[in-house]
Nanobody, 122 residues
């Protein structure tokens, strides 16, 4: 059974940084793309970033480009999201997801984590 477990969320002041991790188990991690999505209260889930199976290709939402970095360590079955220069509008529950291809669309990912809360104070 595939499991994705996020960690690293918390409370940070605007302008600060957080690093999210997502540990995967249950299938060959290095064969799958990974994505990060977020859902803020009262809003739809939105794409944040994605990375190919090898880590050679990365994709970002315009709202986080230049501030967030997605990376992966296939030896540790873990994907990361480094978030810098955080803004109050980045506050949300962040989810990692696993799929065959990196995609902006959540419907193309077949496994999801439970999420980790990120709160940004102004």
């Amino acid at each position: 059974q595939v499991q994705l477990v996020e960690s690293g969320g918390g409370l940070v002041q605007a302008g600060g940084s957080l690093r999210l991790s997502c540990a995967a188990s249950g299938r060959t991690f290095s064969s799958y793309a990974m994505g990060w999505f977020r859902r803020a209260p009262g809003k739809e889930r939105e794409f944040v970033a994605a990375i190919s199976w090898s880590g050679g290709s990365t994709y970002y939402a315009d709202s986080v480009k230049g501030r967030f970095t997605i990376s992966r360590d296939n030896a540790k079955n873990t994907v990361f999201l480094q978030m810098n220069s955080l803004k109050p509008e980045d506050a949300a529950v962040y989810f990692c997801a696993s799929g065959r291809y990196p995609s902006y669309s959540g419907s193309l990912y077949d496994y999801w984590g439970q999420g980790t809360q990120v709160t940004v104070s102004s």
